[in-house]
């Protein structure tokens, strides 16, 4: 049985000028996420829109690269909700770039409502709509789908690009909506590719330990890398992290040392000890790998409350602006500012500091830091900043 005419839906949504789409996806027992559904959602002409259910496991399947190529139009919004995955997924499993991002999820945070907001509460929030969201803990890699199934991935496009409307115009009345799309954009990089340098310099630990111990990590994580590629299982079923570690400052020549290692269980022992050994060897023979960067500045107990007065700060011009404060700063930001603040260093390159959250807050964040700026609480009970400098 012929899949869905893709062309046909592409052309509709390239003439609408945007797309709405979401997926489903099964990560569990795996060493990267398997695509099982892709649900879009088009313009009807009429305030709705209609949606497809698109199924790459069914046999036929669907010819993907017209909606690919749709992704990658810069002429064409692509509307989402929290879809960092979904992002990743599709750029990895279809081979094209995905511009043009308009996330729900990340535009809602600049309309006042709470960060990280659930599609559910969005729509309720926003259009009066209530979603029955039975299946969201479900197998959709099995076949076939159940009618239950087939409705709630429906729902997750349904109204996507009503809500987009509604958001779009609360933002447009706010000046808000160029400061979205900029969040947005960030999402068209996210990737959900294995870097191993990356995973490697992650490890537990790793930092500290000398050039020779690091070779072999890094030996034993390509291994584990591939392994788990090749057979399609998580990485940690295959070697849990503390034991690659330990594994690489012992450096076990043979089975019996290889078997006195904490956190080797008989089952791996036995399918990848010699697997693992060889990794070892290799190791070896390699040139010893130092730290990638040198440590910086850390963090003193002093800065606690600094930070936390920081933090108080950023809450009260996210209130003010009627803002997220998620969208402003983490706390490794303020960390940081505190930091190159208190060993007087440039500024860091932390997105507090950037664009316009250093309009809103970041400009206010270093006078304080400075002594320039008092937080005292008022008679209503809430944060005020006095200007010390003036």
């Not at 606690?304 to 809450?315: D, F, G, N, Q, W």
Request: glycine share 8%; hydrophobic share 40%.
């Amino acid at each position: 049985m012929a899949g869905p005419d893709t062309a046909e839906i592409a052309a509709r949504a390239r003439a609408a000028g945007r797309l709405g789409i979401d997926t489903e996806f099964m990560g569990e027992g795996r060493y990267r996420s398997l695509l099982c559904l892709v649900q879009v959602a088009v313009d009807d002409g009429q305030g709705g829109a209609d949606v497809w259910i698109l199924d790459p496991l069914t046999g036929g399947g669907f010819d993907h690269e017209p909606l690919a190529e749709l992704l990658a139009d810069p002429d064409v919004e692509i509307v989402l909700h929290a879809g960092r995955q979904d992002v990743a997924l599709l750029r990895r499993v279809w081979q094209t770039d995905i511009t043009n991002v308009f996330d729900t999820q990340i535009a809602a945070g600049f309309a006042g409502m709470r960060a990280q907001i659930g599609y559910e509460g969005l729509l309720a929030e926003l259009l009066g709509v209530r979603l029955q969201k039975s299946a969201s803990f479900t197998k959709w890699d099995t076949r076939p789908l159940s009618p239950e199934q087939a409705d709630y991935a429906r729902g997750d496009v349904l109204n996507i690009l009503q809500a987009a409307d509604e958001l779009q115009r609360r933002l447009t009345a706010s000046g808000r909506l160029d400061w979205a799309r900029e969040e947005c954009r960030v999402l068209e990089s996210i990737t959900d590719d294995r870097d191993v340098d990356q995973i490697f310099e992650r490890l537990p630990r790793i930092a500290g330990l000398d050039g020779g111990v690091r070779a072999v990590a890094s030996e034993l994580v390509a291994w584990r890398e591939e392994t788990a590629r090749e057979q399609d299982k998580p990485v940690s079923s295959v070697l849990q992290d503390a034991a690659l570690v330990e594994i690489a400052r012992r450096k076990p020549k043979n089975m019996e040392r290889l078997s006195q290692i904490r956190g080797l269980h008989e089952g791996t022992l036995r399918r990848r000890g010699k697997w693992i050994l060889d990794a070892v060897e290799r190791g070896r023979s390699q040139p010893p790998i130092p730290p990638t960067r040198e440590r910086g500045p850390g963090p003193t107990p002093q800065d606690a409350p600094l930070i936390a007065l920081a933090e108080a700060l950023v809450r009260a011009g996210a209130m003010e602006s009627d803002l997220a404060y998620e969208l402003l700063a983490t706390r490794a930001d303020l960390q940081a500012v505190v930091t190159a603040v208190r060993e007087h260093l440039p500024e860091p390159d932390v997105r507090t500091l950037r664009g316009w959250r250093r309009e809103v807050v970041g400009e206010e964040l270093l006078a304080l830091l400075r002594g320039e700026r008092t937080l005292s609480v008022g008679s209503d009970l809430r944060l005020h900043i006095v200007n010390d400098a003036t």
